[in-house]
């Protein structure tokens, strides 16, 4: 499967704890973007690459958040101390810079903080 | 700033029924318009797409149209099935932007 993918696809954790998420797009593509999506709505921007440089952030992105891509390849996103807001499903989008109007998705991260 | 308002749902047809689901636009400049689909179990999925004012674009028998002066962007399909059940999103890429702003989603449900 030469999609994008993401791991773990469910995430339990309790309040207080730190998490990370893993990203892998599709091959090539130099552009990746993560997105939150919680309960009855539509995916928010959190942040964007290209390649290694992260170049917009969401005002959505607390500084309990950091994310990372090294070698411009797979990216993490850390959250840190967890609350209860942070439960949502985690997506992942990557594109080609060419071709950037067409991102492919994801499975996500469904994050339940308890 | 940029925002997509879309019809709530959810929205229960049956089979071979015609399907509108509304969506309009707020942005500055000349953005593109997408609706993505979202199947049970599954990621969002790239439908269709418009980039500039009248394009239509299409897909396994959805259409819409970019129209500038209503600022909307409606998806259409003339006999949905079973198989289309899934939760529909307009979204938009503004102009210099980098990132789809998303309208909230709504659920069809085709019964036959």
């Known amino acids: 499967d030469t999609g994008v993918s993401q791991n773990p696809r469910h995430k339990i954790t309790k309040r207080g704890q730190n998490v990370t998420f893993r990203c892998d797009p599709i091959?090539?593509?130099?552009?990746l973007y993560w997105y939150r999506q919680t309960l009855g709505q539509g995916p928010e921007f959190l942040t964007y690459?290209?390649?290694?440089?992260?170049?917009?952030k969401s005002r959505l992105l607390s500084d309990r958040f950091s994310a990372e891509r090294p070698k411009g390849s797979f990216s993490t996103l850390e959250i840190q101390r967890t609350e209860q807001g942070d439960s949502a499903m985690y997506l992942c989008?990557?594109?080609?810079?060419?071709?950037?109007?067409?991102?492919?998705f994801g499975p996500g991260t469904r994050l339940t903080v308890l | 700033g940029d925002s997509v308002t879309q019809m709530e749902g959810p929205v229960t047809l049956s089979e071979e029924a015609f399907l509108t689901i509304n969506c309009t636009y707020t942005?500055?400049?000349?953005?593109?318009l997408f609706w993505y689909v979202q199947y049970p179990g599954e990621g969002l999925q790239l439908l269709l797409k418009?980039?500039?004012?009248?394009d239509k674009g299409s897909n396994k028998g959805f259409e819409a149209t970019y129209r500038k002066e209503t600022t909307s962007f409606h998806l259409e399909k003339g006999s949905v099935q079973v198989s289309d059940s899934a939760v529909y999103f307009c979204?938009?890429?503004?102009?210099?932007?980098?990132?789809?702003?998303f309208g909230k989603g709504t659920k069809l449900s085709v019964i036959p």
């Open positions: 989008a990557s594109s080609l810079m060419d071709r950037g109007l067409e991102q492919f």
């Open positions: 690459f290209q390649n290694e440089a992260q170049l917009e």
């Open positions: 942005a500055t400049g000349y953005p593109s």
């Open positions: 091959s090539e593509h130099n552009r």
């Open positions: 418009a980039t500039k004012a009248d």
């Open positions: 979204a938009l890429f503004g102009a210099g932007s980098y990132q789809l702003t």
